[in-house]
DNA sequence: TAGATTGTTAATCGATTAACAATC
DNA sequence: TAGATTGTTAATCGATTAACAATC
């Protein structure tokens, strides 16, 4: 039954959450880790994400904000607070679909476990692929075929499936997907895909991405070419505020 | 000299833009290719983009729209205005830094060119990758050494530069690009990047985006879990409203 | 003509920001 | 204590939606 009652974090602050996350860990390990990098007070924090430091304390407070007045919010513990809010604590299994390069980069990725998410298998239908290894040591799995899904998939409610194949079978592997009982979907193929209303879809397209940079680069960044003169004291510094996107 | 003075487009409209030309040309190409595809009514392209039907013809009239009252929108035409709104008229050469599954994968990306980009290079500094091809025939591609850089980048101002390379490096990476002269990067490692006020960045990274589904989707999505069984139905036709982001 | 669907207005809603008292 | 910075309130701003007259 729904404990989801208390969460009123509206959807804006959970996209943003993730991204201060992000910045935090990487101020935990920056270059100067013996120095003052146990609190950060919503200034930084806000500099190094691209945003509003007013903004910064309204979405921490959603999370019953533990700052110190005059001094900051402690790095680590924050972390930690984010994390579970993000529902890091309960964890997800994820299952990629297309042994591709794409498929294998994700793979890939370091930090699954760290974040919360087990990748329990990468599937293809391509015979060539199946069997074949990716990663190594620890981190080694080895390619299975798509028609095992329905096996792989123990928990279909706790599983986020991973669509990386191309355009055309895109909606195919999607529909197995679901078959399967998955109902969390990130699709990277190029198409929207259709999908019942209780089925959550994230997609993930280069071009997207591609445009929407071009755009606010037009619209925002730019305005006249000879703004390449007023650059260099900006370049030195290399630790500006950063074009933040709408949201998300 | 600034004309991007008649551009009062909203952010969150252009973001939507780019989504709906996907729906667009997935329309376009879909099953029933013959039948009535000429034209789509915002209603129909709100239920396949997951927004309010309101909002798209508001996002629309943006474009100086050109839909027939009582009839809808000319899919083809609609698509082309849309591409042109989005800038793609205004063409973007891509640096891709990183040949590894990532940078291969991007580069093999095939609708570059349709969306207005040409990929002009995949730079690397393990000598075992420079020299190496990527993709075959037409679109074949030397992996070239990041030294080479501000040979490759011709048109900074017009040049987006995509980071494809692990955490350790990214930042390096980032300022070398900028160095080049490049004002927009895509970034794909998972660290929040330092750059100047002039640079436009946008951050990609799979574990805010598989973050952000899971909550999403235990926010919205299951609530209890024993709405299995109201699924057979919605199953069935596989063509609903799906779940959409806060923006972009 | 009758039905459908646009384009736009006006109302609502939510998200962002500035400002400041509380307090470490 | 004096300075810094939080947490929150109230004001602003922008984005979403409903509703409907215009019209194909």
Known sequence: MGDQTLRPIPDATVAR??????????????????TGTATISSERLAELSGVNAAMVRKDLSHLGSHGKKGVGY???ALAATMARALGITDHRDVVIV????????????????????????????????????????????????????PDLVVDPGRTIG?????????????????????RALLNFAPVSLAVPANVTVREV??????????????AHGVGDLMSEDDSPSALGTAEDARERMAST
Chains 1, 2 share one sequence.
């Open 74 to 76: 402690p790095v680590d």
């Open 98 to 149: 297309g042994a591709g390069h794409l498929g294998r980069a994700l793979a890939g990725y370091g930090g699954f476990l760290a974040r919360g998410f087990t990748l329990v298998a990468v599937l293809d239908d391509d015979p060539a692929k199946v069997g074949t290894a990716i990663g190594d040591g620890d981190r080694r799995l080895v390619v299975s075929h798509v028609d095992d899904l």
């Open 205 to 218: 397209d280069l071009a997207v991405e591609l445009q929407v940079l071009a755009f606010h680069q037009d």
């Open 162 to 182: 991973v669509v990386a194949v191309p355009a055309r079978p895109a909606q195919l592997v999607a529909d197995r997907l679901i078959g399967a009982g998955v």
């Open 17 to 34: 959450l993730a991204v201060y996350l992000r910045a935090l860990r990487t101020v935990a390990e920056g270059p100067d880790d013996a």
